[in-house]
């Protein structure tokens, strides 16, 4: 099967131009519905004053009222799409965004829905609009969602991108420093047909859904306003991927530190033999993660991945190079000794950390950090893994 | 109570704003458009003009920039539905207020506005000099 690629909306003419002209379209149509809308909600603040039967006119109007709201909600997206909507940028982590949402990204998803994240160590910062990247992610996760059959899978993963010329050329996209947000799935995937009509406003394969193919324009619109780009990757039988670039911000202050407590350095010596040590750490909680990755940094080490998933894990587990391992014992409710297993038949230290009790046998003589840890008994377990490896 | 202009080239959103403020007590009057406005004010002056931006003809800025030329103690509200044609130098929300500022707009009221909005709105510009 061959697979199809919509690289960058702008790079054929004729779609070029077709983008463009949705655009005034959509710019139009919300003109209009603002207008619409306008005397919807006027008329009725009027009619309740005049009608007779109170009741009934008052129902009626709740519903009329009811109708110019969602109508508001409408033209907002249209104008996302025209990448005219106002924005608040602010310099942000995306990992960080990323673990502050799982619990809406669960909400949102449903029960049934499969998430892994893959959170890319040491990430550059952005400049975005905190709400509107938030909303972005979501609605690329039901896109995600809807395209997955019960059982399949979304990943959500992030990565800092270097695009260089040659790249840039095939991919259409600027030569630059990039963070990317890649949401895939494994649908169906997208024929060449399906994928080329992907970024038109109203089109959706979901049929029983009314008026939602704005999720994509509205993400395009908005990554395009924030001077970044968004790519899609599809084939029949394995899946989609979307991936948003966003430039790094290359500023001197870093991302705001959102929601996170403050972790105290117990021993300011930064211990020798650690430094750019290279650590994998494979936990489900992203935002322990997050803390995870502060001591590592204070220690000198370097966090190469955050995996959420345990698949994900063993895969990595087997083939990635690093040089240490960071492994919570419980994985969304499965034993991470597969991924133990994994790296020690390629000779790879390991740790584990844990909120409760002991480990299960063999493991329980490993080296086991106890939630919650400072800087110190990690470094202490950490030298213990490196010793006994050697 | 005050002589107000209304400018917009939808019927429906004109003639609603003509009700509600004569019903507020005040003597008002519409327009279809930035020339007809023009027309309409040199007639007979209003005290505050409530515009559209986006209009087909004659656009609101340049409306509000003849007003303030030929009547700068006007005071003009600005109403808009969104961008009409950003390929054509629409503004986004942000850059309206800008502009409309730098103009001497009393205020930029983004539809569907609630008609209280509209009579606040006309009451601080009355009680302006």
């Known amino acids: 099967m061959q697979a199809a690629r919509n690289q960058q909306p702008e790079r054929s003419q004729a779609h070029a131009e077709k983008l463009e002209a949705l655009v005034r379209l959509s710019s139009g149509m919300a003109h209009d519905f603002n207008n619409i809308l306008h005397v919807i909600k006027n008329a009725t603040a009027a009619l309740r004053y005049t009608a007779g039967d109170a009741a009934e006119t008052a129902r009626l109007l709740d519903m009329l009222e009811r109708n110019a709201v969602r109508g508001t909600l409408l033209t907002r997206e249209l104008l996302a799409f025209a990448a005219r909507q106002p924005l608040s940028p602010i310099p942000l982590s995306v990992n960080r965004l990323i673990a502050d949402m799982q619990h809406r990204l669960r909400n949102v998803l449903g029960r049934g829905a499969q998430v892994e994240t893959v959170l890319g160590g040491s990430l550059w910062p952005v400049q975005a609009d905190e709400a509107e990247l938030e909303a972005a992610i979501v609605k690329l996760a039901e896109n995600a969602r809807d395209a997955t059959a019960a059982g399949g899978k979304i990943t959500i993963e992030t990565a800092n991108a270097l695009i260089e010329e040659a790249q840039a050329l095939h991919a259409g996209i600027e030569p630059g420093e990039y963070v990317t947000i890649a949401v895939r799935d494994t649908g169906g995937g997208m024929t060449a047909e399906t994928l080329s009509r992907a970024f038109d406003p109203y089109f959706s394969t979901k049929e029983a859904r009314p008026m939602t ?178 | 109570m005050a002589r107000i202009l209304v400018i917009d080239d939808d019927s429906d959103v004109r003639t609603l704003m003509v009700y509600e403020l004569r019903v507020a007590g005040h003597e008002v009057r519409g327009a279809s458009d930035g020339a007809e406005g023009l027309t309409r004010q040199r007639e007979s002056p209003a005290d505050v003009v409530v515009t559209d931006i986006y209009m087909p003809e004659k656009e609101g800025i340049e409306t509000i920039r003849d007003l303030k030329e030929e009547f700068p103690r006007v005071k003009i509200i600005a109403i808009s539905g969104g961008a009409r044609n950003p390929s054509a130098g629409g503004f986004s929300a942000h850059d309206l207020r800008v502009v409309a500022g730098e103009l001497g707009v009393i205020a930029v009221l983004q539809k569907p506005f609630d008609t209280r909005e509209l009579l606040r709105s006309i009451e601080s510009a009355l009680g302006q000099h």
């Open chain 1, 213 to 390: 193919g704005l999720g994509l324009p509205h993400v395009y619109g908005f990554v395009k306003q924030m001077r970044g780009y968004l790519t899609v990757d599809s084939a029949v039988g394995t899946g989609t991927a979307v991936t948003v670039y966003l430039p790094r911000l290359k500023q001197a202050a870093e991302a705001p530190q959102r929601n996170e407590p403050k972790l105290v350095l117990a021993s300011s010596a930064r211990p020798k033999g650690l430094a750019g040590l290279r650590v994998l750490v494979v936990e489900d909680e992203s935002l322990i993660g997050m803390l995870a990755e502060d001591l590592l940094e204070q220690l000198g080490c370097r966090m190469v991945g955050l995996v959420s998933s345990l698949r994900k894990a063993v895969e990595l587990a087997k083939s990635a190079e690093v040089d240490l391992a960071l492994l919570d014992v419980d994985i969304g409710g499965e034993p991470v000794y597969p991924v133990a297993l994994a790296l020690q038949a390629r000779g790879v230290p390991f740790l584990f950390m844990s909120g409760y009790g002991a480990l299960d046998e063999p493991w329980r003589a490993h080296p086991i950090v106890q939630k919650p840890f400072d800087v110190d008994q990690l470094r202490k377990e950490i030298e213990r893994a490196l010793s006994a490896d050697q």
